[in-house]
């Protein structure tokens, strides 16, 4: 029996209505005592309380104890549901019908990341749906906000099972022909949210797919797709993270979408990604119906080698550079301006549907590596 309870996170005021609110907290509990907690505030996930080999619980994602935490400038997107588009959308326009879309450009000021500067991680949800394993939360996003036409209405349901899933059901329906490209953004680290950069080189990862879209250096797609055959970007079989990312720097992290199109349908929920830290014995499993997933290992949070200021976390933790993993699954970025995507348009009558499960397990250090 998975219980929920209901308690206040804080207030804020409302980007849209101006008006201050209360922000809810909603914590998931299954009898194996793993927790699921997840504030109005972005539809954010803000804890995932899991086992390891040994029975000791931590949290695994990154994020913060407060509501002025998640409003920082410096926030990365902790745990939040992303969109009306994630990702990149290259120069902020875009022809729909023949017209062009300019939507708001939030990055370097001539891109738009993650919706722009007040996506659905910044927006209060409301509460649509209270179930026996979960809730659903709603979002009116009003037609023009940010540049996009058509009123979106865009639902998450968050749901734990007695097999220590996660399971997240993002759907959206629109007026007006539009873009609708939702993710959840949460940041992992299987040691516990402390871990840090020495933890995530301990992990041990593996992507389904054997191409990546090829971007500029802007992370802008060029619509161009490149095999991870005989390159480091191969993770088609289980691989140590630390080492991988040791023979990348200083240049660069993974920030890349891995095409998982010949896994995914739109229809079917398969695996896509595996993660495992040996240390712990815990693993990570990601299972999705989209045909893209993400891989970012924090390459843009402080660096703390360099003299920068790292980030003040969650029970008074510090969060620095490589310090934790995502795995967006998404569609494809900037698919709005490339005929070889899987289109991302979603039109009256239709309704987007983005499912995606996070699976959470342990297993003895010997084989733990090797996790199937």
Not at 51 to 59: F, K, L, Q, R, W
Not at 238 to 254: D, F, W
Not at 264 to 271: L, M, Q, S
Request: aromatic fraction near 8%; charge should be negative.
């Amino acid at each position: 029996m998975i219980v929920i309870t209901e308690d206040t996170f804080g207030t804020a005021i409302n980007p849209l209505t101006k008006q201050m609110e209360e922000i809810k907290r909603f914590t998931l509990t299954n009898c194996m005592q793993m927790k699921v907690q997840v504030i109005t505030l972005g539809a954010t996930m803000t804890s995932i309380q899991v086992p390891d080999a040994s029975g000791h619980m931590d949290d695994v994602v990154l994020g913060y104890d407060d509501v002025a935490g998640y409003q920082t400038p410096t926030n990365p997107y902790f745990g939040a549901t992303v969109g009306r588009v994630c990702n990149r959308i290259g120069n902020g326009r875009f022809m729909l019908n023949g017209k062009e879309i300019q939507v708001a450009r939030n990055f370097n000021n001539k891109h738009q990341l993650h919706g722009g500067f007040i996506g659905f991680d910044k927006v209060h949800w409301q509460v649509v749906g209270h179930h026996k394993d979960g809730i659903t939360l709603q979002h009116h996003s009003p037609d023009g906000h940010e540049g996009y036409p058509g009123e979106v209405t865009a639902t998450v349901k968050i749901a734990l099972t007695e097999d220590n899933c996660v399971h997240l059901q993002m759907q959206a329906e629109t007026t007006k022909a539009t873009a609708v490209n939702m993710t959840n953004h949460s940041y992992f680290n299987l040691a516990g949210h402390v871990g840090g950069k020495a933890a995530i080189y301990d992990h041990h990862i593996m992507i389904n797919a054997d191409k990546i879209t090829e971007t500029d250096a802007d992370s802008i797609p060029t619509g161009n797709f490149t095999s991870v055959e005989g390159t480091l970007y191969d993770l088609r079989k289980m691989v140590n993270l630390g080492e991988r990312l040791k023979a990348l720097l200083p240049i660069n992290g993974y920030d890349d979408n891995y095409c998982a199109d010949k896994n995914n349908d739109g229809e079917r929920v398969n695996v896509i990604a595996k993660v495992s830290h040996p240390s712990s014995g815990r693993w990570l499993e990601i299972a999705s119906n989209q045909p893209g997933v993400q891989l970012y290992t924090s390459n843009s949070m402080p660096d703390t080698e360099k003299g920068e200021t790292p980030l003040h976390g969650k029970n008074g933790a510090l969060y620095s550079k490589l310090g934790a993993f995502c795995l967006e699954t998404q569609k494809y970025p900037d698919a709005v301006n490339h005929a070889n995507f899987p289109s991302i348009i979603l039109n009256p009558g239709e309704k987007y549907n983005h499912e995606v499960i996070y699976k959470f397990g342990i297993c003895r250090n010997s084989g733990c590596a090797k996790h199937d």
